[in-house]
């Protein structure tokens, strides 16, 4: 579904493989704002009750399928994992220590920080600035998985013929589609035609991601979760007039994603492919 500009001077792919379908995008910089350079939607046969990674022919079939019609020459790509698949810890570390120390901290530390064996465990961290909690120490956000979980996912991509080049946390790469990314209360409700994925920020940083069958939504807003700001993204996968039947049985304010950036994704399902895409320019 189009274009091209120039010799593809964008983005790399964010790609989002969802439950039945690969959603791709790509971006590029124009006068300040963002605009989609290339985009698709490939939908496959899900796996039924299984993830997709049960189906791993079905999905590189779809990303072949998808980055032909698109239109893009890109074959680098970014990627979300989603929240529930990692962990993510909050860190505190002296404000003078160097980077390279820091990594072998937590390197030091991985086996209590995280449940993997050592020799499965992928690790990443990001300084995030001064700590408020603790004097002289900087916040530093540490992100780990398993190494086969990344390694069944690069095999996916290879034999579909692009380089996985960035991984990701889809709750964290979509904090950059919020408006206010760091204020407390606010979360994302990303809807699909039989689902409801709730995406929300503990201490404004820490991702928190639930997921629900639509007709269950208030699940997602137990544990005493407090949501002041309810964003939504994807307001069209439903039936019209379903949307206000099933939020406002919530009693939460909510109103529609908007621009970042020039990019508007409210009402279709690309949120997560723009975020890793817009992710990628900067």
Known sequence: MLGRIGKDAGSLLGVEIAVD???????????????????????????????????????????????????SRQRRVAVALPASQVICKLCQLPADQPVAEMEAQLLADADRLFPFPLEDLVMDFQVLGASCGQAGARDVLVVACRQTLLQSLEAIFDDAGLLLEVVEVDSIALRRMMPQPGADGCALLRLEPGSATLHCWSQGVLPQRREAPLGRLAELFVDDLQVQDLL???????????????????????????????????????????????????
């Open 232 to 282: 939504l993204a994807g307001s069209l996968q439903l039936e019209q007039g379903r949307l206000g039947d099933l939020i406002d049985r919530l009693e939460v304010p909510y109103r529609a994603l908007p621009q970042v950036a020039g990019l508007a994704c409210h009402d279709d399902n690309m949120a997560l492919a723009s975020a890793l895409a817009l992710g990628a320019l900067r």
């Open 21 to 71: 379908s690969v959603r791709l995008v790509q971006l590029q910089r124009r006068k300040g704002r963002c605009e989609r350079l290339a985009w698709e939607v490939e939908r496959f046969e899900p796996a039924g009750a299984a993830d997709w990674w049960q189906v791993p022919d079905r999905v590189v079939a779809a990303l072949r399928s998808a980055c032909r019609r698109s239109g």
